[in-house]
């Protein structure tokens, strides 16, 4: 069974700094692309960074500079490196994974609540 479960969310002041992790079984992790998508309430969700199988990596322009995405293809686990945090990031925190060699292999975690307080 295919599971993603995140951690990592939580309170944090503007300008503040949170780590999201996402830890994935099931699956074989380091064929897998992995992103970080996020949805605020009343807002369509929004892709946040990607990352390839290879480590390039791909950000939303309003992120970028601020957020950093991360593998450790030995601990089956992506991360999210959020610093300098606006009220804006205030969302529902998501990893997504989808198979290099399977475009029917895609799996989401259940979200994590990321709050930043003005």
């Known amino acids: 069974q295919v599971q993603l479960a995140e951690s990592g969310g939580g309170l944090v002041q503007t300008g503040g700094s949170l780590r999201l992790s996402c830890a994935a079984s099931?699956?074989?992790?380091?064929?897998?692309?992995l992103s970080w998508y996020r949805q605020a309430p009343g807002k369509q969700r929004e892709l946040v960074a990607t990352?390839?199988?290879?480590?390039?990596?791909n950000y939303a322009d309003s992120v970028k500079g601020r957020f950093t995405i991360s593998r450790d293809n030995a601990k089956n686990t992506v991360y999210l490196q959020m610093n300098n945090l606006k009220p804006e990031d205030t969302a529902v925190y998501s990893c997504?994974?989808?198979?290099?060699?399977?475009?029917?292999?895609?799996?989401w975690g259940q979200g994590t609540q990321v709050t930043v307080s003005s």
């Open positions: 997504y994974a989808n198979s290099s060699y399977s475009s029917l292999a895609r799996y």
């Open positions: 099931g699956i074989t992790f380091s064929s897998y692309g």
């Open positions: 990352i390839t199988t290879g480590g390039a990596t």
